[in-house]
């Protein structure tokens, strides 16, 4: 009766601390956690793993999205075109005078 | 249609680049300070016409618009395509900015030859005025894929072979803006018939006048 307790609390804390959960996971065999714990687990790890493939797929959509010109990139250059050629009217009309 | 970076070996590229840059200060050296907001206009129209992707079948196809810029700036044109070049390839990444030479020269050439084309033979009604127009913007798109295949056969690709496909693929740009520099011609022609006036073959006044 006393066991159970002890191992949560060492698995509790391990998966806390991060930094020892294979040896927690070999002092307690999987057997002795309930079998509906193993199947949450399996069940969150299944969906997480897919949330992360959506959200890879959006990244690189996002990522194809980026290399097309927006309409900051269309309106600078036409701005830099009239700004350029803005530049050769003055320099024009001052050598006229 | 645009030859990106490390396509090209390196006498081509530097070659385009000399010949760019000789065609350029030509080109602006001829463009009339009058004709500066014309020339201005004009080359927006080109920087943002290649953002204009038109579906065709399975496929799209975006403008590239030589012949027209041709026809309207004459002289001014290889200036225009040039800086509009210029900024695809920095703000879009439309080719790469070392193929930007041969870039230039691809659709400067054509805009140039479609210019005189034009002006030589535009005529004063505006039907053939339109005509010409049609056919001197499909001429600007299939030189330009000519000029393509060219430039591609230098890097030791196979001239006819290259022309072929470029031909075949730019088959429907070539027909739209045919259709479209036709429309514009006779709509310029009937509204504002002096913007189609390039001084082109007899410079009306001395540069920078």
């Known amino acids: 009766m006393m066991r159970f307790p002890k191992v949560l609390i060492v698995g509790g804390l391990s998966a806390w601390l991060m930094t020892f959960p294979v040896s927690a996971a070999a002092q307690a065999p999987a057997a002795e956690y309930a079998p509906e714990l193993v199947t949450l687990l399996k069940e969150q790890t299944g969906k997480l793993s897919g949330d992360l493939r959506h959200i890879q797929r959006e990244i690189a959509a996002l990522r194809a999205d980026l290399e097309k010109p927006g309409f900051r990139d269309i309106f600078s250059g036409i701005g830099y075109i009239f700004g350029l050629f803005g530049v050769a009217a003055f320099v024009a009309s001052r050598r006229k005078e | 249609m645009h030859i990106s970076d490390g396509v090209l070996p ?4 530097v070659g385009g680049y000399v010949a760019s840059a000789a065609l350029a200060s030509f080109s ?19 920087f943002v016409a290649s953002l204009i992707h038109v579906p065709f079948g399975p496929t799209s196809v975006h403008l590239i618009l030589p012949g027209l810029v041709g026809a309207m700036l004459g002289t001014s044109a290889f200036l ?4 509009g070049l210029l900024l695809q390839s920095l703000l879009f990444q439309f080719g790469g900015i070392t193929a930007l030479g041969a870039n230039t020269l691809m659709m400067g050439l054509p805009a140039l030859l479609c210019g005189w084309f034009f002006q030589t033979f535009k005529g004063n009604t505006r039907t053939c005025q339109m005509t010409i127009g049609g056919l001197s ?73």
């Open chain 2, 10 to 13: 390196i006498s081509i590229t």
């Open chain 2, 137 to 209: 913007g499909a001429l600007g798109t299939a030189l330009a894929a000519v000029i393509l295949a060219l430039l591609l056969a230098t890097g030791g690709e196979d001239f006819f072979g290259v022309a072929k496909i470029a031909l075949v693929a730019h088959v429907p740009v070539i027909l739209i803006e045919g259709a479209l520099t036709a429309f514009t011609v006779g709509f310029l022609g009937r509204v504002k018939p002096e913007l189609l006036q390039p001084a082109f073959v007899k410079p009306s006044g001395p540069p920078h006048a």
């Open chain 2, 80 to 83: 225009s395509i040039g800086l």
């Open chain 2, 28 to 46: 602006a050296a001829r463009t009339r300070s009058v004709d500066l907001p014309k020339v201005a206009v004009v080359t927006s129209a080109f």
